[in-house]
């Protein structure tokens, strides 16, 4: 198999370079070490500066492959996969990782069946086989219960998604050099079948829970839609994002982009906050691969706890208000 | 107008056991249920059905006994049911899987919208729908918060991602998988019950979907799960119990310390 190198693939919003990409060149930078290849980044995009394309060497890419076209102002499945797929198939990268965001969910399972290539979805640990030089895939399955080793032996290239935020990007370094290829596709792969009419952005503070570094989560313990408030100001505050329990939710304190759990988000911050959250299967499956959890409760059996770095048994109407008033303090808010 | 909504049965259980050999779920001993998001798939349907009239034809791709997951489609509002199932299909991988199904869904022929929960339960990757749409090379949306509208030549869908939500024309024909946020599933009704009892479900095999061998089941698939472990569930964290005013500000000062630490303030 004469395939060679490691991919990943950037994301940007209206331009400007999302943080996932810098995350994924983290992880495909240990990779490509491993490998002695090349670290890519394959970026589509309309009008991104060379500014951003930079950005993405100097967090650690060798080279960025870039697609310029008005298609990509907006996400379409169509022109992406095709463009994606026509790429891997001029420049076969033996290993493309993807963000598990909307868009790489989106796209990379649809490449794989194009490519003929194994995909593994949602990893939250990558390595490389001694010997084999095989991408070595772990990943959480069965509501969190289990989790999978997974290779593609026969396959180029190797395919995986990975949680966002499940890892820190590396610290940008300004000097490093490397190649931008601007790349020139045919029309025929940049056709869409779908065609977006409006944008409604997320006007709701703190919606974007998958995303982010710190999330705040209440649950039906905060026992009043005013109450949870007191969720929604702690993570004002720290400038996270809300969670809820499918109780608030369905309480209607929270709206259900906010639910945490098997039939809401996965989340993967780098701190989750949560009270009055007794920890069901169901939202714990949400939040074991958040990087350090802070868990208040009442109830000292609460199952929470069992997955807490640190457990406070405590009212949370005493205990909250007084974290908020010492957090105002410290942060001068 | 034909909608096709594939369905996948699940373990109802969260304690499911995997064979440690070949990788594969043991499904002796577990109830199996329809997985919990594909029945807003079905409900999808059965809304898209009385508003714009045609038929549903659920499928799944499972052991025998997942005529069961078909019936209860049924039951709730599915027109018919059809199951492939071989011993040739077992073990696969997304891949495989979402080759067997546009090859079943190519066969039933003539169909203007599919419809797919958002991710099973259980495996859990989500790639199965667009899978499915790339082996068809139609279009399709993920994340389908609303179907606005239908036409002759299109369907207008709202998708929700990350900092908002998208809304789209569509071609038709055209697959979409939507989120829990699209409706409130239905119970079966008498009607449907009865109905579902006496349904006849065809089983298709390779033959019956002229499906290439080496893309079935295990070897089909280029994936091969070569490790099953049990996380540790437990973190084994710090436990405080505070009582006083006084060992509840300790407590405060602690998570601060702790957020410093974590570089998150
Ligand atoms: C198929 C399925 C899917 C599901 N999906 C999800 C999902 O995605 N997300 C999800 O969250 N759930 C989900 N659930 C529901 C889940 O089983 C639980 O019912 C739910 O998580 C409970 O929410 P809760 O913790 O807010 O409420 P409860 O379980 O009622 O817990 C409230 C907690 O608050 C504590 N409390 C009370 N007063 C105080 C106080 N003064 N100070 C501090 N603590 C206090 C209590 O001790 C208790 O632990 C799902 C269930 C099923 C069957
Ligand atoms: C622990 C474990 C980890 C796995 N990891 C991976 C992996 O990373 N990559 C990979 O390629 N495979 C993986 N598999 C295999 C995968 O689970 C199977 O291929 C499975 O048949 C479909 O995937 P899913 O459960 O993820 O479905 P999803 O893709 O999550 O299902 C989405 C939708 O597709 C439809 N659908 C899915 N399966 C069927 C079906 N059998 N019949 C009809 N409709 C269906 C339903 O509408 C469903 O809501 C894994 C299996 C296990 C046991």
């Not at chain 1, 059996?301 to 069992?306: K, S, V």
């Amino acid at each position: 198999m004469d395939y060679k190198g490691v991919w990943i693939l950037g994301e940007q919003d209206r331009g400007k370079v999302q943080t996932v990409s810098y995350e994924l060149l983290k992880r495909g930078k240990t990779l490509a070490e491993k490998l002695n290849v090349d670290l890519v980044a394959v970026l589509l995009g309309y009008q991104v500066s060379p500014a951003e394309l930079e950005s993405l060497i100097h967090y650690g890419a060798d080279k960025v492959v870039y697609v310029d076209d008005p298609v990509f102002g907006n996400f379409l499945p169509d022109p992406y996969i095709n463009s994606l797929t026509k790429l891997i198939d001029k420049y076969k990268p033996e290993i493309l990782i993807a963000s598990a965001t909307s868009t790489g969910r989106t796209v990379a399972p649809a490449i794989a069946i194009k490519c003929h290539a194994g995909l593994t979805a949602d990893c939250t640990g990558l390595d490389i086989e001694e010997g084999s030089r095989n991408l070595i895939q772990t990943r959480p399955a069965i509501g969190g219960n289990i989790l999978a080793t997974i290779k593609s032996p026969d396959h180029r290239p190797q395919m995986a998604t990975v949680r966002p935020h499940s890892n820190q990007p590396m610290d940008p370094d300004p000097t490093r050099k490397g190649e931008v290829i601007y790349e020139k596709l045919e029309a025929k792969f940049l056709k869409s079948r779908s065609r977006q009419v409006a944008f409604i952005e997320m006007k709701e503070e703190g919606a974007n829970i998958q995303d982010a570094e710190i999330v705040i989560a209440g649950g039906k313990g905060c026992k009043t839609e005013e109450n949870f408030k007191m969720i929604t100001e702690l993570a004002k505050i720290l400038n996270g994002a809300v969670g809820a329990s499918r109780e608030a939710v369905d309480l209607g304190w929270a709206k259900y982009p906010h639910q945490v759990g098997l039939s809401g988000k996965t989340v993967s911050p780098s701190m989750y906050l949560c009270a009055g959250i007794s920890g069901a299967v169901q939202h714990l499956a949400g939040i074991k691969t958040a990087q350090n959890i802070v868990a208040i409760n009442s109830d000292p059996d609460a199952q929470i706890f069992q997955l807490a770095d640190i457990a406070v048994e405590a009212d949370m109407f005493e205990f909250l208000p007084m974290l908020i008033e010492k957090l105002k303090a410290r942060l001068n808010k | 107008m034909k909608i096709i909504v594939p369905i996948k049965q699940v373990p109802e259980t969260s304690n499911v056991k995997m064979d440690p050999e070949t990788g594969t779920m043991i499904r002796t001993g577990v109830e199996p249920i329809v997985n919990p998001l594909d029945l807003y798939a079905i409900e999808e349907a059965v809304r898209l059905k009385n508003q714009y009239g045609g038929e549903i034809v659920a499928v799944t791709m499972g052991p025998p006994s997942a005529h069961k997951a078909l019936r209860e489609a049924i039951s709730m509002g599915c027109d018919e049911g059809i199951l492939l199932s071989d011993k040739k299909f077992a073990g696969a991988d997304t891949w495989s899987t979402s080759y067997v199904l546009s090859k079943a869904i190519e066969k039933i022929g003539n169909f203007d919208i599919i419809l797919c929960g958002e991710r099973a339960t259980d495996g859990d990757t989500g790639q199965v729908g667009p899978g499915i749409a790339a082996w068809l090379n139609i279009p399709f949306s993920t994340y389908v918060s609303q179907i606005s509208e239908v036409t002759e030549t299109k369907v207008t869908v709202k998708r929700i991602v990350e900092n908002g939500y998208q809304l789209l024309d569509v071609e038709r024909p055209t697959l979409i998988t939507v989120v829990k946020e699209i409706n409130f599933p239905r119970l079966p009704t008498l009607d449907g019950k009865i109905k579902a009892k006496q349904a006849e479900i065809p089983v298709w095999g390779p033959e019956e979907i002229t499906a290439e061998s080496e893309h079935l089941g295990l070897k089909g698939s280029p994936t091969r799960v070569v490790k099953i472990s049990t996380p540790k569930v437990s973190r084994d964290g710090e436990r405080f119990s505070p009582k006083t005013d006084g060992e509840m500000e300790e407590v405060v000062d602690c998570i601060i310390r702790f957020f410093e630490e974590k570089e998150i303030i």
